[in-house]
Nanobody, 121 residues
Framework: VQLVESGGGSVQTGGSLRLSCAASGVTYSAHCMGWFRQAPGKGREGVAHINGAGGTTYADAVKGRFTIPRDNAKNTLHLQMNSLKPEDTAMYYC????????????????WGQGTQVTVSS
């Protein structure tokens, strides 16, 4: 399984970014896929995930601002981030869990290399 993120960058507060995760070796429509982030000096946290059926879950910190659309035909996962805040600054990772449903944010099996998001005030 290989996951490759792209789309990170620097934006000002209130701006938007769209991250992408291209996958090989995993079928998005059959597995749980998630986005995580890790800010400097902090632990990794789950941001959002989507199960094989398309059901989504979001962390409280991003609800109403982020969405996790998925393109099954292209086997591409996105993280649409709107109304960005400085506290959203982090390295963002795409991950796959080899189960249909997601459950919690633990026990993900494969990870991408990450893409940096920086939000300035």
């Amino acid at each position: 399984v290989q996951l490759v993120e792209s789309g990170g960058g620097s934006v000002q507060t209130g701006g938007s970014l769209r991250l992408s995760c291209a996958a090989s070796g995993v079928t998005y429509s059959a597995h749980c896929m998630g986005w995580f982030r890790q800010a400097p000096g902090k632990g990794r946290e789950g941001v959002a995930h989507i199960n094989g059926a398309g059901g989504t879950t979001y962390a409280d910190a991003v609800k109403g601002r982020f969405t996790i659309p998925r393109d099954n035909a292209k086997n591409t996962l996105h993280l649409q981030m709107n109304s960005l805040k400085p506290e959203d600054t982090a390295m963002y990772y795409c991950a796959a869990k080899f189960t249909y449903f997601c459950g919690d944010y633990n026990n993900y099996n494969s990870w991408g290399q990450g893409t940096q998001v920086t939000v300035s005030s």
